[in-house]
């Protein structure tokens, strides 16, 4: 079965950095994903780690351990824009994603 | 060339009525998915096509029929509409790299009276 947990709701400050983590358990693994998604929106594409580590893209960061079953995503200097759902998925079989449900971020002032 | 849309954007239609849902993507891509979103529970699969002519179920089939005549195309019916079908549905489609995404549509907001 597919098991993926993430928080809820996070609140942040403009300027700051959070963290959102996930952890899954999977059968079959072929990359996680973070997607963005503002509300009433379609979600976007944020980024993919398939090997350990961590990836960096602008703001924004992904760290993946595949022994531990986790991925943190990094938002740096935070924008109010940055207010958004953001989701874990995790990749299997088939070219298939099965989604977090995902964590809500409010970034305030 | 909007890439990957829906319509309609917006339906109310009542229960025990066949309603279908359209999702049109001009990459070319193989692959295409149909989700639903519901609160508290997220994205969820309902049913995916690797190539025209091949559909397969997802995590949430039940009450729902698709088609893939053409590569482009991929229509999501509901046969006989049940409130529980109220929902956001969204289509997506894929090149079938793993390191690719998939690109979403923008929603259809499907209410069930």
């Known amino acids: 079965g597919q098991n993926i947990d993430q928080p809820t709701e996070m609140t942040a400050t403009e300027g700051a950095i959070v963290q959102i983590n996930c952890t899954y358990q999977?059968?079959?693994?072929?990359?996680l994903f973070w997607y963005q998604q503002h509300a009433g929106e379609a979600p976007t594409f944020l980024s993919y780690?398939?090997?350990?580590g961590l990836e960096e893209k602008g703001r924004f960061s992904s760290f993946l351990s595949r022994s531990k079953g986790y991925s943190y995503l990094l938002l740096k200097e935070l924008q109010m824009k940055d207010s958004a759902s953001y989701l874990c998925a995790v990749g299997a079989g088939s070219y298939q994603l099965t989604f977090g449900k995902g964590t809500k971020l409010s970034v305030i002032p | 060339d909007a890439g990957i849309t829906q319509s309609p954007r917006y339906k109310i239609t009542e229960t025990g009525r066949q309603v279908t849902l359209m999702c049109h993507q001009t990459?070319?891509?193989?692959?295409m998915f149909w989700y639903r979103q519901d609160l508290g529970h997220g994205l969820r699969l309902i049913y995916y096509s690797a190539a025209a002519d091949i559909t397969d179920k997802g995590e949430v089939p039940d009450g729902y029929v698709v088609s893939r005549s053409k590569t482009e195309n991929f229509p999501l019916t509901l046969e006989s509409a049940t409130r529980s079908q109220t929902s956001v549905y969204f289509c997506?489609?894929?090149?079938?790299?793993?390191?690719?995404?998939?690109?979403f549509g923008p929603g259809t907001r499907l209410l069930v009276l």
């Open positions: 997506a489609s894929s090149s079938g790299n793993l390191e690719e995404t998939q690109y």
């Open positions: 780690n398939v090997l350990d």
């Open positions: 999977t059968s079959g693994f072929n990359g």
């Open positions: 990459w070319s891509h193989s692959y």
